[in-house]
């Protein structure tokens, strides 16, 4: 597979399956007002999601790297689009539900094949590249609130996810023709990544991934809800989450490759910091105006800074392990936001703004704290310690 040319099939890929989470963001304030769904609800919709996730990369991951990549991309991308279409057509909280932990499952398969393949496919780039899955998963989460406003006043709620699980099987038919590199089908290895973590720069990792979730979670669950109860034009709050990734979009590649040459873990450590201020200030701004220029100057840290958990995985374990321990990220990560989402839209409902954003942000300095510690031999550059318990074995 000629590097570029795969890079930029999979990255559209990525694109397509966020889409329809971006789509799903933007419409839970209409679920609310609509179907008589609570903000409790609403955090639960989002947060089992992110925990379907979990359980995929978890289990699912480890497929990836035994020889069938390209069969868990296929077989997660047509179950993405099935749930995708169940959360469009549903008009009350179960069957929505049940869509939403389809298409989470999905989502949460995929991408760890995804990230193996791309590693894999050009390891002297794999900062960049990785930071390129990225931004194309933020374009395509930035795209659904735009798709949503085209197509849910003149067709219906339905509408945006039919076209965004016709656009995630368009994307698939970009396979055709790729060779993916396989893993050994005859390894014989423990089926759940969790031996992993015994090592310290791997945990530690981990947990900074967690942290920035986490501040996910908690912005994904209230940002509609919140629009909504500050009277915020829906254009405007829209609009904000579309100018949000931008510098998402076009830092990602940058940043992820100078996390690579910097060090991901103090790249990480810096950017969760400045983004836990972000999310306590929108606890505290008395407007939605307000949150939304607020928000301009935190997407340009996280723009160049999401990437580095990432990249410190990719570069603490070997080859055949890829997928095993991206999904072990990646369902961290899940874990972290769908654990917010429900504790946050609960905290919400009872308390309020702020107590909600500020609970939120003590959560991610605690976890900055953690990871930092765990990744200190990394940090101080005794990487050889690091191979000796991640290994291929």
Not at 94 to 99: R, V
Not at 240 to 253: D, E, K, N, Y
């Amino acid at each position: 597979m000629p590097p570029s040319r795969g890079i930029w099939i999979f990255s559209v890929l990525s694109a397509t399956l966020a889409m329809g989470y971006g789509v799903l963001f933007t419409v839970v304030g209409d679920f609310r007002d609509e179907y008589g769904i609570s903000e409790t609800r609403v955090g639960v919709l989002i947060g089992l999601g992110f925990l379907a996730g979990f359980v995929a990369q978890v289990a699912l991951a480890p497929l990836a790297d035994r020889g069938h990549a390209r069969t868990t991309v296929i077989l997660s991308v047509v179950g993405s689009a099935v749930g995708i279409l169940l959360m469009g057509f549903g008009e009350s909280f179960t069957p929505i539900l049940i869509g939403r932990l389809i298409a989470g499952l999905g989502a949460g398969a995929a991408r760890p094949a995804v990230q193996r393949i791309v590693v894999l496919s050009d390891p002297a780039n794999l900062g960049q590249n990785l930071g390129r899955l990225i931004s194309s998963n933020v374009f395509g989460f930035a795209l659904g609130p735009a798709v949503s406003a085209v197509l849910v006043g003149p067709f219906g709620l339905e509408a945006p996810f039919v076209v965004v699980a016709a656009g995630s099987m368009l994307a698939l038919g970009g396979l055709i023709g790729i060779r993916v590199e396989e893993g050994d089908r005859e390894v014989a290895r423990q089926r759940l990544a969790l031996d992993l973590l015994k090592s310290r720069v791997v945990a530690g990792a981990v947990v900074l991934g967690c942290a920035f979730y986490v501040m996910i979670g908690a912005f994904d669950a209230l940002w509609d809800v919140v629009h909504e109860d500050l009277g915020t034009d829906k254009w405007l709050a829209n609009l904000g989450i579309t100018v949000f990734a931008v510098p998402l979009i076009i830092l990602g590649p940058t940043g992820g490759r100078f996390a690579q040459r910097f060090g991901p873990f103090r790249l990480a450590a810096i950017g969760l910091i400045v983004a836990s201020v972000f999310i306590f200030l929108y606890g505290q701004l008395p407007s939605g105006g307000w949150i939304v220029g607020a928000m301009l100057f935190h997407a340009a840290g996280d723009g160049f800074t999401i990437a580095a958990p990432g990249v410190a995985i990719a570069m603490a374990v070997p080859a055949d392990r890829q997928a095993e321990a991206q999904g072990l990220l990646g369902a961290s990560q899940a874990l972290g936001a769908g654990a917010t989402a429900i504790v946050i839209g609960a905290i919400y409902e009872s308390s309020g703004r702020a107590a909600a954003y500020s609970t939120a942000a003590t959560i991610m300095l605690v976890l900055v704290l953690m990871g930092v510690l765990l990744g200190l031999p990394f940090l101080r550059g005794r990487r050889a310690g690091v191979d000796a318990v991640v290994s291929s074995d």
